[in-house]
C-alpha cells in the first residue's frame, strides 16, 4: 500500500469497527435488513478531490464480509472530478452497511488531506522547493496521514521523535544556548540533527556546531532569502510557521529546500464521500 507496510492494519479495522459495535452489534442493520439481503453500492466523490484511503476502506468491508466483490475504479494519488464512482462493492448488506460509516470517515479524512496537499504542490510547482507535512497528526493516525499527504504529493518529514534531532526554542532554553544544545546531539551521535532558529545570528553558530539541517522558524520572505544567502548551500534549509496557501508560494521562491506545513494533517476538511446502492 505504497508505505504503508508498517502499520497495523488489522489492528486498526478491529479497533474501529470495535468502537462503533461497542457492546452489541449494529442494531440497525440487524433490525432493518434480512440476513439473506444484498447490497451493490458505489463509492462516489462529491467534491474534486485527490484520492487516498481506498486499500483501507476495502479493508473495512472485507473484514465483516470476506466473500465482499470490490471493483477499484481509481488509485490513490489519483486527481478526480466532482462526481466520480471510486469503487464498487457487492456484497452482504447487513455487513456492507456495518462497515460503511468506518470505510467512508477513513477515506473522507485521508482524501481531504491528500487533496489540501496537492493544492500546496500545485502552489509551488517550478520553484524547486519541496513540500514537507509535519509530526501535528492525530494521535494513532500519524501513518494513514502521513500516507495521505504522500499522495497528494508532499514528502514526509519526521516520522516521530526517533528518526532526527530537532532541537526548537525550548530545548535551547534548557541547555543554555544553540552552540550547547546542538554539541550534545553531536555528542550523542545523532546523524540528523535539525535545528529551529528565528534569528539570521543563530545561523552560523548552529552551523558551526555541527547542525545538518536548519528550520527557518516564522521568517517573512525577505529575512528567509538573506538566511539561504548566509546559508550559501551548506545544509538543506526549511521554511516552517503560520505557511499559507496564499503565501507559499513567495516562501518557496526565496530559494529554501523545503517548506513544511502543519495544516496539511491540521486542519484538512473532509472530502465529500458517499456510499449509495446502485441502481440497475
Given amino acids: 500500500m505504497n508505505g504503508l507496510e508498517t502499520f497495523d492494519l488489522s489492528s486498526f479495522v478491529r479497533s474501529t469497527l470495535a468502537e462503533d459495535l461497542g457492546p452489541g452489534t449494529d442494531v440497525t442493520s440487524q433490525a432493518v435488513i434480512p440476513a439473506e439481503a444484498r447490497f451493490d453500492g458505489v ?5 474534486a478531490i485527490v484520492v487516498a484511503g481506498l486499500p483501507i476502506a476495502e479493508a473495512f468491508f472485507r473484514a465483516l464480509d470476506p466473500d465482499v466483490t470490490i471493483e477499484r475504479l481509481v488509485e490513490d494519488g489519483d486527481a478526480v472530478q466532482a462526481g466520480s464512482d471510486l469503487l464498487r462493492v457487492s456484497g452482504s448488506a447487513r455487513a456492507l452497511l456495518t462497515a460503511e460509516r468506518s470505510a467512508l470517515n477513513t477515506v473522507q479524512h485521508l482524501s481531504g488531506i491528500a487533496t489540501m496537499t496537492r493544492q500546496y504542490v500545485d502552489a509551488i510547482a ?49 541547555a543554555g544556548s544553540v552552540e550547547a544544545a ?38 517573512a520572505p525577505p529575512m528567509l532569502r538573506e538566511a539561504v544567502t548566509m546559508v550559501g548551500g551548506r545544509v538543506p534549509t526549511e521554511a516552517s510557521g503560520g505557511v499559507r496557501l496564499d503565501t507559499i508560494r513567495a516562501i518557496a521562491e526565496t530559494g529554501v529546500t523545503y517548506v513544511s506545513v502543519g495544516r496539511l494533517t491540521q486542519s484538512a476538511p473532509a472530502a465529500d464521500i458517499g456510499l449509495d446502492l446502485a441502481l440497475a
Avoid: F
Wanted: proline share 2%; no cysteine.
Fill in 43 to 47: 463509492m462516489d466523490s462529491r467534491d
Fill in 126 to 174: 517550478g520553484t524547486g522547493t519541496t513540500l514537507l507535512d509535519t509530526r501535528k497528526t492525530l494521535p494513532g493516525l500519524r501513518l494513514l496521514e502521513k500516507y495521505a499527504t504522500r499522495m497528494g504529493g508532499a514528502t514526509n518529514h519526521r516520522m516521530g521523535l526517533w528518526d532526527a534531532a530537532m532541537i526548537k526554542d525550548n530545548h535551547v532554553a534548557v
Fill in 182 to 219: 546542538v554539541g550534545r546531539a553531536v555528542a550523542a551521535g545523532v546523524e540528523r540533527i535539525i535545528v529551529e532558529v528565528d534569528r539570521l545570528d543563530q545561523i552560523e553558530p548552529a552551523l558551526q556546531a555541527g547542525a545538518t539541517h536548519l528550520l527557518l522558524d516564522n521568517m
